[in-house]
């Protein structure tokens, strides 16, 4: 027996006991509920022609978002307003849900390879208080 078995046999115990609190962390987190806020744009249609859904740890976070999204988009700061660029438009009034992070992931859209697992510790972080 090698000096790398007798190791590997001395760690199984430890390193099964890792892998399995590993997955119950894992586990607990994916059950951590996050908040949506959605608001739906519409113009003369009976249905939206855009759908904002802004996502956060906690509700103020969330509608943080929304804030800092009227100040690059002036179709939904607009029709937050009534009108964009003479269009009557009228943005709906915020839905909030509690929703699991899973649901989000299950949408199949890809993650934007640029950004990091916790994006949120960058500059809107600091500007929205969180």
């Not at 090698?2 to 892998?19: R, V």
């Amino acid at each position: 027996m090698s000096a790398f078995d007798d190791l590997t046999k001395d760690l199984s115990p430890i390193l099964t006991n890792f892998s399995k609190s590993e997955a119950k962390l894992a586990e607990a987190v994916q059950k951590r509920e996050i908040y949506s806020v959605t608001i739906d744009s519409y113009e003369s249609l009976d249905y939206p022609v855009v759908r904002h859904i802004f996502y956060g740890r906690s509700e103020k976070e969330a509608f943080a978002y929304v804030e800092a999204h009227k100040d690059t988009d002036k179709f939904f700061r607009g029709c937050q307003k009534g009108s964009f660029e003479g269009m009557k438009c009228k943005n709906t009034r915020p839905l909030v849900k509690k929703v699991q992070p899973a649901q989000i992931r299950a949408s199949g859209l890809p993650k934007p390879s640029m950004l990091q697992k916790d994006a949120i510790k960058g500059q809107l972080a600091r500007k929205i208080g969180v």
